[in-house]
């Protein structure tokens, strides 16, 4: 079965203009959830989705926005951006919240604010 | 925080060798999880072990979990090129998400 697709890989945007970023998780998996990685900084935790309602939301500005659709795909948004949310986004399905079952990633979005 | 530590940070070895990694964390998990990543690339799924559990293995992996030390160690025997990679630990502290630590960055020489 189709693995959890990112879409697009490569985005180069200018400061201050806004991002929006697409994920489609494996068929049949409700929880979606988004992760910033910049080096040295390990992954930082954006945001989870289950059934359309944000569950959970890391410690981001208000700027850094996500829905979940009613196929169980999600969307993130930033908006006025900054040079320092260049960073590989990442998107990970999974059967069910949390850790308690397996996270499977895609191969990510990578943003480069200019 | 939570969030504990991963170590080394980098780990450089020759082709053949063992090769460990740890990961400590604060406070009770539920689950834990390691992680590969390749170069810039998505996360990979290694292992699972929940917090009632004190090893697991899967094929050249060993992943044991020590509750009461609160930290968690994953090998890799007998490692290859291709297991070249950053691995990562994800704690499950019963908040409904994964806590991902900064990770241990391997490079196998060969």
């Known amino acids: 079965k189709a693995g959890v697709t990112q879409t697009p890989r490569y985005l180069i945007k200018t400061r201050g203009q806004q991002v929006t970023l697409s994920c489609s998780p494996i068929?049949?998996?409700?929880?979606v959830s988004w992760y910033q990685q910049t080096p040295g900084q390990g992954l930082q935790f954006l945001f989870e989705?289950?059934?359309?309602?944000?569950?959970n939301k890391g410690n981001f500005p208000g700027r850094f926005s996500g829905r979940q659709f009613s196929n169980s795909r999600s969307e993130m948004n930033v908006s006025t951006l900054e040079l320092g949310d260049s960073a590989l986004y990442l998107c990970?399905?999974?059967?069910?919240?949390?850790?308690?079952?397996?996270?499977?990633f895609g191969q990510g979005t990578r943003l480069t604010v200019v | 925080s939570q969030q504990g530590e991963e170590d080394p940070q980098a780990l450089s070895i020759q082709e053949g060798e063992n090769a460990t990694m740890n990961c400590s964390y604060k406070t009770s998990i539920n689950n834990l999880q390691w992680y590969r990543q390749n170069s810039g690339r998505g996360l990979v799924h290694l292992i699972l072990i929940r917090s009632n559990e004190r090893e697991k293995h899967s094929g050249r992996l060993r992943v044991t979990l020590d509750t009461s030390k609160k930290s968690s160690s994953l090998l890799i025997t007998a490692s290859r090129a291709a297991d070249t990679a950053s691995y990562f630990c994800a704690k499950d502290f019963g908040n409904e998400k994964l806590t991902f630590g900064t990770g241990t960055r391997l490079t196998i020489i060969p």
């Open positions: 068929s049949g998996h409700r929880s």
């Open positions: 990970a399905s999974s059967l069910a919240l949390g850790g308690a079952v397996e996270a499977f």
């Open positions: 989705y289950f059934s359309e309602t944000q569950r």
